[in-house]
């Protein structure tokens, strides 16, 4: 299994594993890396600045339903070829959360459909991103790497 490096937001410990690895726990929300070609899309966040579409799992709905919802909410994205590719387990004093990740390929953009959700949406290189991602460290470049990855296999695949 591929490792990662550990990472912080705040007090909070980030460590993320890989796919086939599932959260011992129901999710409480999901990130998603929804690329196009070389290019991922990044949402401008209220009190958050610019990130991945993410969010909360509502009670009537599985993460991947969430995946889908968020990016459409947050970035205006229909997606496709749609993978889970791991979790985060973030971990404050002795609570212990777990966030999925699905990485996918951006079908169609479109309007944001929830403009409270979403001040635009972007779609920019990796190499971009170190200057304007709200949260840059080692982990984050990490599973941005791997999520373009996973990506660009699913696209070989469908091409065999």
Known sequence: MKRFPSGSFGRQRLQFFPAPFK????TFAVLVFAWQEDQVVI??????GWCIPSGRVEAN???LEA???EAKEEGGVDLERVQYIGCYQISERREVRWADCFAAKVLKVGEISMKEESLGMKLVKVEELPAIYHLWNPLTEAVFHYSHEVVKRLSDSRCS
């Open 61 to 63: 709905e599985s993460s």
């Open 67 to 69: 995946a889908h919802r």
């Open 23 to 26: 959260a011992p726990l129901r």
């Open 43 to 48: 949402c401008d966040i209220e009190d958050r």
